[in-house]
């Protein structure tokens, strides 16, 4: 290299990520020959182990191979692809359902081909990343509301319905945030959308699997599935134990974003057999004992660590508030001296100041596994 241009330049020690070449074996996860308690995995209800997602994965390659060689619309396209489409819009509610290759895909494409210049979104300020580019992307005007603060958006929509009566207004929220476990208020977001003539767009990919008696997620608790005004995004990486992600809606939304989703029209196909384990994955969820399992596990978590300072969270994303890039550090070297693996969260991930472990509880956790994370809680400093 002959210039000296700095294109990266260096970060503190405190905000340096690594990877660190661990492996899973169910819930336990081994770094450096050493296996501990994994309590950071996004695997809630810890399908992405189970025999029955392994046997569907491996039926499929052998019957397809692997690949899929090009996008859907091309001849990336697979009748199984249909079939679970057409399971997940009926078992969530909906009318329709769109597979996208990711949660990240499905929200950087999602908001360009709802809305453009001239269109305003509405924000939680703690939208998860890909929201944040997605909205960007949109080249909409993006309007941030303080989290959760729905008498601060409706004030903006007011205004905003008062000064451009014809753009279009789409709101946008994580239903259970991601890093703070907390959630949002569907209905009421729901009712602003209504009565401010915006859509609604809920990316419930942590409520799913997690929140209600059957896991169908916040939408469900709501009672709001299959509204017209509102899409759901979700994913197939966390609750599902599998890959890939999706979009439901009303069929005459669902088919536009078909038509026009740059993510979804220039991206090979998943593989199938990603879409069999999550098939798989499906049929485990609707027997009800794993997200039976989860919330138990959490209760009893809940019950556990009343003297803690935890955040206002119910679902099984729990993290211990510690404010510096330090303390957060300190504290999950801490827990991995005690057998537990759950990594410090810092900015940009959240922000400034809130520097956190975040814990995420597990259906394939024992109550020991529990206890001891809570021991280890407790004998902190
Ligand atoms: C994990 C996550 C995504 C990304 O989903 P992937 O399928 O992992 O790309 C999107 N939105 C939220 C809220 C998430 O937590």
Same mark, same amino acid.
């Given at each position: 290299m002959t210039h000296s241009r700095n294109w990266f330049p260096t970060l503190p020690p405190s905000r340096q990520r690594r990877l660190l070449a661990s492996q899973r074996q169910g819930k336990m996860i081994v770094l450096d020959g050493q296996s501990y308690i994994n309590?950071?995995?996004?695997d809630y209800l810890g399908l992405s182990a189970h025999p029955q997602l392994s046997a569907a994965a491996v039926a499929s390659i052998q019957a397809h191979g692997f690949g899929?060689?090009?996008s859907r619309l091309v001849s990336?396209?697979?009748a199984v692809f249909h079939a679970f489409e057409h399971q997940l819009a009926a078992w969530k509610g909906f009318e329709s359902c769109l597979l996208m290759g990711s949660g990240m895909l499905a929200n950087i494409g999602l908001l360009q081909a709802v809305v453009g210049r001239g269109g305003f979104v509405f924000a939680d300020k703690l939208n998860h990343a890909s929201l944040v580019d997605g909205a960007r992307l949109s080249m909409a005007k993006v309007l941030r509301f303080a989290h959760l603060d729905t008498l601060a958006l409706e004030k903006m929509l007011q205004t905003n319905q008062q000064n451009y009566p014809d753009a279009k207004r789409v709101i946008v929220s994580d239903?259970?945030?991601?890093?703070?476990?907390d959630a949002a208020d569907v209905a009421q977001l729901l009712r602003l959308a209504d009565t401010y003539d915006a859509l609604l767009i809920i990316d419930d990919a942590h409520g799913t699997?997690?929140?209600g008696n059957t896991g169908k997620g916040l939408i469900d608790v709501a009672g709001v599935?299959?509204?017209?005004?509102l899409l759901e995004v979700g994913t197939?990486?966390?609750?599902?134990?599998?890959y890939g992600a999706y979009i439901l809606g009303c069929a005459e939304m669902v088919e536009g974003l078909r038509q026009r989703m740059r993510t979804f029209i220039y991206s090979t196909a998943l593989p199938v057999a990603a879409i069999a384990a999550a098939q798989a994955a499906l049929a485990e969820i609707q027997q009800g004992q794993w997200v039976a399992k989860l919330q138990d596990n959490v209760a009893f978590f809940l019950k556990g660590a009343q003297g803690l300072t935890l955040m *206002?969270?119910?679902? *099984?994303?729990q993290p211990v508030l510690l404010g510096s890039d330090e303390a957060a550090l300190d504290m999950a070297q801490h827990l991995r001296a005690a057998g537990i693996f759950a990594p410090a969260i810092r900015p940009p991930t959240v922000p400034?100041?809130?520097s956190r472990v975040r814990l995420t509880l597990s259906a394939a956790h024992t109550r020991h596994d529990i206890q001891q994370l809570l021991d280890a809680l407790a004998h902190y400093r």
């Amino acid at each position: 290299m002959t210039h000296s241009r700095n294109w990266f330049p260096t970060l503190p020690p405190s905000r340096q990520r690594r990877l660190l070449a661990s492996q899973r074996q169910g819930k336990m996860i081994v770094l450096d020959g050493q296996s501990y308690i994994n309590f950071s995995s996004n695997d809630y209800l810890g399908l992405s182990a189970h025999p029955q997602l392994s046997a569907a994965a491996v039926a499929s390659i052998q019957a397809h191979g692997f690949g899929s060689g090009a996008s859907r619309l091309v001849s990336g396209d697979d009748a199984v692809f249909h079939a679970f489409e057409h399971q997940l819009a009926a078992w969530k509610g909906f009318e329709s359902c769109l597979l996208m290759g990711s949660g990240m895909l499905a929200n950087i494409g999602l908001l360009q081909a709802v809305v453009g210049r001239g269109g305003f979104v509405f924000a939680d300020k703690l939208n998860h990343a890909s929201l944040v580019d997605g909205a960007r992307l949109s080249m909409a005007k993006v309007l941030r509301f303080a989290h959760l603060d729905t008498l601060a958006l409706e004030k903006m929509l007011q205004t905003n319905q008062q000064n451009y009566p014809d753009a279009k207004r789409v709101i946008v929220s994580d239903g259970v945030f991601s890093m703070d476990g907390d959630a949002a208020d569907v209905a009421q977001l729901l009712r602003l959308a209504d009565t401010y003539d915006a859509l609604l767009i809920i990316d419930d990919a942590h409520g799913t699997g997690t929140m209600g008696n059957t896991g169908k997620g916040l939408i469900d608790v709501a009672g709001v599935a299959g509204h017209t005004r509102l899409l759901e995004v979700g994913t197939l990486g966390k609750s599902f134990g599998s890959y890939g992600a999706y979009i439901l809606g009303c069929a005459e939304m669902v088919e536009g974003l078909r038509q026009r989703m740059r993510t979804f029209i220039y991206s090979t196909a998943l593989p199938v057999a990603a879409i069999a384990a999550a098939q798989a994955a499906l049929a485990e969820i609707q027997q009800g004992q794993w997200v039976a399992k989860l919330q138990d596990n959490v209760a009893f978590f809940l019950k556990g660590a009343q003297g803690l300072t935890l955040m *206002p969270s119910l679902s *099984p994303i729990q993290p211990v508030l510690l404010g510096s890039d330090e303390a957060a550090l300190d504290m999950a070297q801490h827990l991995r001296a005690a057998g537990i693996f759950a990594p410090a969260i810092r900015p940009p991930t959240v922000p400034e100041g809130t520097s956190r472990v975040r814990l995420t509880l597990s259906a394939a956790h024992t109550r020991h596994d529990i206890q001891q994370l809570l021991d280890a809680l407790a004998h902190y400093r």
